[in-house]
């Protein structure tokens, strides 16, 4: 456990609550996409395809109680087990749990990663400066293509995962008028980096914010985030939230985010299938 979760105060906690909230609801808002759907439970939040890839199934928010412990993780996890595709559980940063990871090691998932999470107040929030890239929002299919494709190799994802983002991006609404918005980093023309904000009740939500590897360190990681941000704030969103890796967290701090608390991430996959490391 880290110190900014064991010393919270009443506005830290409000905070994770706000950065919870906003990641759940952009990954339930990709539910619009007829493969993902969103499952009614009592005790989380699922969501669930038939997709060989753990982020279009995921559990999150999940409560727990010890007695009901490992009936509730059976239901939860028998859902993907089921059906042979692979998974998340996301715990925390609001309520995490540790006996929960045992009753997941216990049943074949590992540890993925942790991420801070992080906020800032957007009256606080710097104004995007002119650098090597020219930042574009998204607002047409080419577009899409072309952030899929940048997004993935940023991360190092494979071709599979670009393709059903590309269907997924294009089959949801995305833009202006909507909760979602993307962008794109382009220098001498071409695609370098990304970013992804989900608007809902004065928060905006960041993620998918990465650059090719051979474009780093030149602030493009920044100008996405900083034109997000502003783009958010011009529509009166006072709260910008993200979660961030180890990598990226300085550059966070930076631009004056904070972190309140960590979000932890389980992968559990098929035995006979292989399922990349997702970080």
């Excluded at 830290?12 to 609801?25: C, F, H, P, Q, Y």
């Excluded at 190799?153 to 494979?158: I, L």
């Excluded at 360190?217 to 961030?244: H, I, K, N, Y």
């Amino acid at each position: 456990m880290t110190a900014s979760e064991t010393n919270m105060d009443v506005a830290d906690s409000d905070t994770l609550k706000a950065i919870e909230r906003n990641g759940v609801a952009h990954s339930v808002y990709w539910c619009h996409w007829p493969k993902m759907r969103l499952v009614e439970h009592p005790r989380a939040v699922v969501t669930e395809s038939d997709l060989p890839c753990p982020f279009f199934n995921n559990v999150f928010s999940a409560d727990i109680p010890p007695p009901q412990a490992e009936a509730l993780v059976d239901d939860l996890t028998g859902r993907y087990r089921s059906r042979n595709v692979p998974c998340f559980w996301w715990s925390g940063p609001v309520n995490h749990n540790h006996r929960i990871r045992g009753l997941l090691e216990e049943r074949g998932f590992a540890k993925a990663f942790e991420a801070a999470a992080m906020a800032l107040d957007l009256s606080n929030c710097p104004p995007p400066k002119p650098g090597p890239a020219e930042i574009v929002e998204v607002t047409s299919e080419g577009q899409i293509a072309d952030w899929t494709r940048t997004c993935t190799a940023a991360f190092g994802f494979d071709d599979a995962l670009s393709g059903w983002w590309h269907e997924l991006f294009t089959s949801i609404p995305f833009g202006d008028t909507t909760p979602l918005r993307h962008f794109l980093a382009y220098i001498d023309g071409a695609p370098v980096g990304t970013a992804s904000a989900y608007i809902e009740d004065g928060v905006v939500g960041l993620a998918s914010v990465g650059v090719r590897e051979q474009y780093r360190r030149r602030g493009v990681g920044s100008a996405l985030t900083l034109t997000a941000l502003e783009t958010a704030r011009s529509q009166g969103c006072r709260l910008g939230v993200l979660f961030s890796s180890e990598m990226a967290t300085p550059m966070y701090q930076g631009l004056g985010f904070r972190q309140h608390g960590t979000g932890h991430c389980y992968l559990w996959s098929p035995k006979d299938e292989e399922v990349e490391t997702y970080h």
